[in-house]
């Protein structure tokens, strides 16, 4: 399926309103259908495989803003840490750790954001409340990180309702947490099937793929 640029520029248009970010999140598509975006102006995009994010970023146009947005297992952050833009999926502390040393190591910050559980799934990757409260304690320990908010996902369903439930729910943690440290500005939450309802519950960031790439 090729790159739906109507589409493109229609999400564009529906996120201009809201000053919502795009992350076009190009996971398991060629680089050819990246650049094509790219060229139209495009720079973050998204990718949840290492090794993927790697062999794209070698080949791919500099001034790209790379966001890891899947599960980062800690032995593999020193791949990424030199040129990544932000990661979103941090789920412990330890990752943070790793990710603090790596960036040391490439004497710069690292943007992250902290990953909450918010569905009513139990596979879903996250922090709760509770461990979200342990690692925003910890924070003022890391000097090579910059934590700069949260991300979700809500359920896999059509219940709209319960969508914005999990959406509210992780807003109203980054409105508890958000002056704590460094000001937070990023709240990514919104995928192609509910971004619409994670801008109205107060997104500031949307992770979108088959809509812009076509089904996985
Ligand atoms: C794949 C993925 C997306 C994009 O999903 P679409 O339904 O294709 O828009 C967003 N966020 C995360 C964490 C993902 O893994």
Redesign the pocket.
């Given at each position: 399926m090729p790159v739906d640029i109507a589409q493109y520029q229609s999400v564009l248009q529906t996120l201009s309103s809201s000053h919502t970010t795009l992350?076009a999140?190009s996971?398991t598509k060629p680089a050819a259908d990246i650049q094509i975006l790219y060229d139209l102006g495009q720079r973050d995009f998204?990718e949840?495989y290492v090794q993927e994010l790697t062999e794209k970023e070698a080949i791919l146009p500099k001034d790209i803003r790379w966001h890891f947005?899947?599960h980062l297992q800690s032995n593999k952050v020193k791949y990424i840490a030199p040129f990544v833009h932000l990661i979103?999926?941090v789920d412990s502390f330890k990752l943070l750790k790793e990710i603090d040393k790596q960036a040391a190591k490439c004497n710069r910050k690292i943007n992250c954001l902290l990953q909450v559980h918010i569905a009513q799934e139990e596979t879903k990757f996250g922090l709760d409340e509770q461990e979200l409260s342990e690692v925003v304690a910890a924070l003022d320990t890391l000097q090579h990180v910059l934590v700069k908010g949260l991300?979700g996902?809500a359920s896999f369903s059509n219940d709209t309702s319960k969508l914005r439930e999990e959406f509210r729910t992780l807003k109203s943690l980054f409105d508890r947490y958000k002056n704590t440290q460094q000001p937070w500005s990023v709240l990514s939450m919104g995928?192609?099937?509910d971004?619409t309802i994670a801008i109205e519950e107060g997104s500031t960031l949307v992770?979108?793929?088959?809509?812009?790439?076509g089904?996985?």
């Open positions: 992350v999140v996971k998204g949840n947005i899947g979103h999926g991300m996902m995928m192609s099937s971004y992770r979108i793929g088959s809509l812009l790439f089904a996985r």
